[in-house]
Nanobody
Framework: VQLQASGGGLVQAGGSLRLSCAAS????????MGWFRQAPGKEREFVAA????????DYKDSVKGRFTISRDNAKSTVYLQMNSLKPEDSAVYYC??????????????????WGQGTLVTVSS
């Protein structure tokens, strides 16, 4: 499975961005897709994820109400709509795919496939 993330950029605080992650290859081998992020000097952290089979979602507490993850099964693409962005949201955002129906959406080790990352910079 190959993942291509896009949509990052520079935005002012309070602004919005939409990230996209297009999956190709044996996507049927995956059950969920998620977004993680890593800021300089920090560890990679979970942001949001969605399960293909039933659209169950999960979010990091600090992004609830601001970020929305959605999917387009026909395009094998997952989107992350990010609103009310804050400087602390600045990071490289990675999409990931993998897991089983029983996997925890927030667990990075549940994901077998990772995209290349897209940079999000939020200025104050």
């Amino acid at each position: 499975v190959q993942l291509q993330a896009s949509g990052g950029g520079l935005v002012q605080a309070g602004g919005s961005l939409r990230l996209s992650c297009a999956a190709s290859g044996r996507t049927s081998s995956t059950n969920m897709m998620g977004w993680f992020r890593q800021a300089p000097g920090k560890e990679r952290e979970f942001v949001a994820a969605i399960r293909w089979s039933d659209s169950t979602t999960d979010y990091k507490d600090s992004v609830k109400g601001r970020f929305t993850i959605s999917r387009d099964n026909a395009k094998s693409t997952v989107y992350l709509q990010m609103n009310s962005l804050k400087p602390e949201d600045s990071a490289v955002y990675y999409c990931a795919a993998g897991g089983t129906f029983y996997s925890d959406l927030f667990a990075p080790n549940a994901y077998r496939f990772w995209g290349q990352g897209t940079l999000v910079t939020v200025s104050s």
